[in-house]
């Protein structure tokens, strides 16, 4: 299983940028996490299998939208009205097999696959 993500990039406050990750046939919940330099790293948002259920951080809620495009495999995590503190390394992950296609998983102990960071860089 991979994963790409993509879309990473330099950004001023207030500025959007989105976030691709590409998971190809891969139907599971998706994540987004990031973990900006010396902080552990954090949950952004996820996507559950069937695209009926998001959750978010609430640093994140209101300014950042998960999607799903089934035909292109891909996740897109929309950034808007950026902030300094957006900063970090931006990770994608595909959660484990789970029945209910309305599962939606916050913790990272939930994930099974990750792809590759891509780095945000908000600049005030």
């Known amino acids: 299983v991979q994963l790409q993500a993509s879309g990473g990039g330099l950004a001023q406050a207030g500025d959007s940028l989105r976030l691709s990750c590409t998971a190809f046939g891969l139907n599971r919940a998706i994540g987004w996490f990031r973990q900006a330099p010396g902080k552990e790293r954090e949950f952004v948002a996820v996507?559950?299998?069937?695209?009926?259920?998001?959750s978010y951080s609430d640093s994140v809620k209101g300014r950042f939208t998960i999607s799903r495009d089934n035909v292109e495999g891909t996740v897109y995590l929309q950034m808007n009205t950026l902030k300094p503190e957006d900063t970090a390394v931006y990770y994608c992950?595909?959660?484990?097999?789970?029945?209910?296609?309305?599962?939606?998983?916050?913790?990272?102990?939930?994930?099974?696959?990750w792809g590759q960071g891509t780095q945000v860089t908000v600049s005030s």
């Open positions: 992950a595909a959660a484990y097999p789970n029945p209910s296609s309305s599962y939606a998983p916050v913790q990272q102990t939930s994930y099974a696959y």
């Open positions: 996507l559950s299998r069937g695209g009926g259920r998001t």
